[in-house]
T-cell receptor, first 108, second 115 residues
Framework: RKEVEQDPGPFNVPEGATVAFNCTYS??????FFWYRQDCRKEPKLLMS?????NEDGRFTAQLNRASQYISLLIRDSKLSDSATYLC?????????WGAGTKLIIKP | DAGVIQSPRHEVTEMGQEVTLRCKPI?????LFWYRQTMMRGLELLIY????????DSGMPEDRFSAKMPNASFSTLKIQPSEPRDSAVYFC?????????????FGQGTRLTVV
């Protein structure tokens, strides 16, 4: 079993819709969690950290469920510019463990 | 700040040749990471330095790969001899502190093609 697992997608979503995807992790002692965004042929960039109580940044909401060992990312009112690959990252004993990413395509 | 700087951006080389990838981390960052990304395997950590010292190189595929960090502002990843299966995008990233909530900043990557 992979340490961090994501549905690779692609998720094809109409503009304006809400989309959510999850990421599961295997180590219950993992300390912190992040969502990164990677555009085609570009480097990954931090989208948001994921806090225990859940956090929101504009149209983006991240949540952590420690009991079930997953984190989620919700995007509301999706824009064409949200099309990208979203990478889930888990900090495991001070090392970043990366998911393979979920590809999101927003269609006009 | 210029961010993490990698060179070259693109490299095409023949099988068997030596390849050297270079990275300049963000000034003041004390952790540096080399990653490899392919469609098949996603983003893989190759090696991680903290204060110029290699901490974890378990991701280095084999002896053909080596990495050095002679000082806080420069690191190299060398492949000798290169093989077609080494074709990938190689990213360097740096972070401050390496603690649990540390953000990693990536360079633009080196796209390596071995023919």
């Amino acid at each position: 079993r992979k340490e961090v697992e994501q549905d690779p997608g692609p998720f094809n979503v109409p503009e304006g819709a809400t989309v959510a995807f999850n990421c599961t992790y295997s180590n219950s002692a993992s300390q912190s969690f992040f969502w990164y965004r990677q555009d085609c042929r570009k480097e990954p960039k931090l989208l948001m950290s994921v806090y225990s109580s859940g956090n929101e940044d504009g149209r983006f909401t991240a949540q952590l469920n420690r009991a079930s060992q997953y984190i989620s990312l919700l995007i509301r009112d999706s824009k064409l510019s949200d099309s990208a690959t979203y990478l889930c990252v888990v900090n495991d004993n001070y090392q970043l463990i990366w998911g393979a990413g979920t590809k999101l395509i927003i269609k006009p | 700040d210029a961010g993490v700087i990698q060179s070259p951006r693109h490299e095409v080389t023949e099988m068997g040749q030596e390849v050297t990838l270079r990275c300049k981390p963000i000034s003041g960052h004390n952790s540096l990471f080399w990653y490899r990304q392919t469609m098949m395997r996603g983003l893989e950590l190759l090696i991680y330095f903290n204060n110029n010292v290699p901490i974890d190189d378990s991701g280095m595929p084999e002896d053909r790969f080596s990495a050095k960090m002679p000082n806080a502002s420069f690191s190299t990843l060398k492949i000798q001899p290169s093989e077609p299966r080494d074709s990938a995008v190689y990213f360097c990233a740096s972070s401050l502190g390496g603690g649990p909530n540390t953000e990693a900043f990536f360079g633009q990557g080196t796209r390596l093609t071995v023919v």
